[in-house]
């Protein structure tokens, strides 16, 4: 079993849709980080959390320590949000998921 | 600051042949990882560095080298590619545990 899980792999959506990608891990953690990656693209950190919920424009994401899960919510959604996103989690080495594929069309 | 570089940025190797990847980071990090992205798998560590000339191995080390003789510059080698070591080869960088991770633009190798 990996030790982070997400769900759904793939994601399609209209644009203006409420977007919620999820992550669970199964070891002790310091710290849980979601990143994107766009086509071709490189790796761009979006949110580092330990506790609680971050917002930042049009993305939120939470964490719940005690569940070992964490989401990540796109309001709003546009087709410049299309990119693969990824949760990884903090050991002192990061363990990464195998991503979330998300489309979002006009 | 140009965050975390990578060189090259695409490469083609022969099976057998070797070479040298080099991430270069001007944020003064200690911590600096090189991982591999396959299709359908998450990034995988291979090396990584917690500060200037120390390096330690990851979940797929083996077939590669580094050298982090500046701390500015952590070095991935390849002896002898194999088409097995195809991949988008990403390198990053952070300041110690559990602080943001900053990528480099990654390096696409095809072994032939």
């Known amino acids: 079993k990996n030790e982070v899980e997400q769900s759904p792999q793939n994601l399609t959506a209209q644009e203006g849709e409420f977007i919620t990608i999820n992550c669970s891990y199964s070891?002790?953690?310091?710290?849980l980080h979601w990143l994107q990656q766009h086509p071709g693209g490189g790796i761009v950190s979006l949110f580092m959390?330990?506790?609680g919920k971050k917002k930042h424009g049009r993305l939120i994401a939470t964490i719940n320590i005690q569940e070992k899960h964490s989401s990540l919510h796109i309001t709003a959604s546009h087709p410049r949000d299309s990119a693969v996103y990824i949760c990884?989690?903090?050991?002192?080495?990061?363990?990464f998921g195998t991503g979330t594929r998300l489309q979002v069309f006009p | 600051n140009a965050g975390v570089t990578q060189t090259p940025k695409f490469r083609v190797l022969k099976t057998g042949q070797s070479m040298t990847l080099l991430c270069a980071q001007d944020?003064?990090?200690?911590?600096m990882y090189w991982y591999r992205q396959d299709p359908g798998m998450g990034l995988r560590l291979i090396h990584y560095s917690v500060g200037e000339g120390t390096t330690a191995k990851g979940e797929v080390p083996d077939g590669y080298n580094v050298s982090r003789l500046k701390k500015q510059n952590f070095l991935l080698g390849l002896e002898s590619a194999a088409p097995s070591q195809t991949s988008v080869y990403f390198c990053a960088s952070r300041r110690e545990v559990a602080y943001e991770q900053y990528f480099g633009p990654g390096t696409r190798l095809t072994v032939t």
């Open positions: 990884a989690v903090d050991t002192d080495k990061l363990i």
């Open positions: 070891v002790g953690i310091s710290a």
């Open positions: 959390l330990s506790s």
């Open positions: 944020m003064n990090h200690e911590y």
